[in-house]
T-cell receptor, first 114, second 112 residues
C-alpha cells in the first residue's frame, strides 16, 4: 500500500497570500488529521476529518480551514498568511477514529512565509 | 485537559549506552499512550503504543516503554543506542474521542 502523500513538499509564500495543501491518505483510511509542527511549539492539532465531516478542531484562528472529499483526500487552506504560519504541516491518516488506532504520517509540507 | 510532558528537549548518549527518554502524562482516566519517532525530513512513525493490555510494551528497533499509573509515566528505553537511533521522539496521549496530544519532543543524539 502506498503511504500518506502530501503535496507540495515545499512552499514559499509572502505575507497576505493564501495557500492550499493537499493530503492523500492510505487507501481505505477514512480519517485524516492535520498538525502544525514548529520548533517552539512542537505538534499542534489543527483538525480531523472523517467521512467528509470535521470531527475535531484545534485552537487555531479561522484563517485555517480544511475539507475532505468523498475519496478521503483532504486539503487545508490558510488565508492571509502571517510570518508565524511558517511551519511543517503534517497530515496523518487512520482507518477509523478509535483512540487506540495509530496514525500514519506523511512527510509533510514545509511552508515558509516571507 | 489531557497533556504530556517530556523531560529534556535534548538527550545525548554514547553509542552502546542506555537510552532513557522521559514522558509524564496527565489524565483522569487510563489513556492510550504512544511513542512516535521522527527522522530528519520525514513524518512521524509509530514506535509503540500502550492500550492497557500489558504495562511493559515492546516496540520496533529494540525500544520498549513501561506504563506506571502511580507515577503517571510512560518512559521510553533502549538498552544499547545505535547511531541510527538519532532522531526526535514524541510521546503522545489519546484521550477518549479526542485527537492525539503530543509532547514537545526530545531530540536524541548518539555519539560515536
Amino acid at each position: 500500500k502506498a503511504g500518506v502523500t502530501q503535496t507540495p513538499r515545499y512552499l514559499i509564500k509572502t505575507r497576505g497570500q493564501q495557500v492550499t495543501l493537499s493530503c492523500s491518505p492510505i487507501s481505505g483510511h477514512r480519517s485524516v488529521s492535520w498538525y502544525q509542527q514548529t520548533p517552539g511549539q512542537g505538534l499542534q492539532f489543527l483538525f480531523e476529518y472523517f467521512s467528509e465531516t470535521q470531527r475535531n478542531k484545534g485552537n487555531f484562528p479561522g484563517r485555517f480551514s480544511g475539507r475532505q472529499f468523498s475519496n478521503s483526500r483532504s486539503e487545508m487552506n490558510v488565508s492571509t498568511l502571517e510570518l508565524g504560519d511558517s511551519a511543517l504541516y503534517l497530515c496523518a491518516s487512520r482507518e477509523g477514529t478509535g483512540g487506540n488506532e495509530k496514525l500514519f504520517f506523511g512527510s509533510g509540507t514545509q511552508l515558509s512565509v516571507l | 485537559a489531557q497533556s504530556v510532558t517530556q523531560l529534556g528537549s535534548h538527550v545525548s548518549v554514547s553509542e552502546g549506552a542506555l537510552v532513557l527518554l522521559r514522558c509524564n502524562y496527565s489524565s483522569s482516566v487510563p489513556p492510550y499512550l504512544f511513542w512516535y519517532v521522527q527522522y530528519p525530513n520525514q513524518g512521524l512513525q509509530l514506535l509503540l503504543k500502550y492500550t492497557s493490555a500489558a504495562t511493559l510494551v515492546k516496540g520496533i528497533n529494540g525500544f520498549e516503554a513501561e506504563f506506571k499509573k502511580s507515577e503517571t509515566s510512560f518512559h521510553l528505553t533502549k538498552p544499547s543506542a545505535h547511531m541510527s537511533d538519532a532522531a526526535e521522539y514524541f510521546c503522545a496521549v489519546s484521550p477518549i474521542n479526542t485527537p492525539l496530544v503530543f509532547g514537545k519532543g526530545t531530540r536524541l543524539s548518539v555519539i560515536a
